[in-house]
């Protein structure tokens, strides 16, 4: 039996009209090799998230802020599935 574990930044700045970046770990455990399929939600009106498959098992994660995006501070859950598998992280969203 194996799975795996997501892994990130603990928090993301990002300005009203800008972009930030971000890296998702994704760490194998037991016999696990599948691929893992990322969404993150729920995001703040006025931000979008693009996720750039990166070089193994890091994913790149591109959010930008329209000008009039919502500011605050909010808790985003990054779910991972791969088959039956599932599996979360939260991290922090500060829009400014």
């Known amino acids: 039996i194996g799975g795996f574990i997501l892994s990130g930044p603990a928090s ?17 455990f037991g016999v696990f090799s599948g691929e893992v399929n990322l969404a993150l939600s729920p995001l703040p009106n006025g931000v979008s998230a693009t996720i750039n498959p990166g070089t193994g098992k890091k ?7 329209t000008p009039g995006a919502a500011t605050g501070s909010y808790s985003v859950t990054v779910t991972g599935t791969s088959g039956s598998i599932t599996e979360t992280f939260t991290f922090n969203l500060v829009v400014s």
């Open 59 to 65: 994913q790149k994660v591109t959010f930008k802020a």
């Open 12 to 28: 993301v700045s990002l300005k009203q009209g800008s972009t930030a970046k971000a890296t998702i770990k994704i760490t194998d």
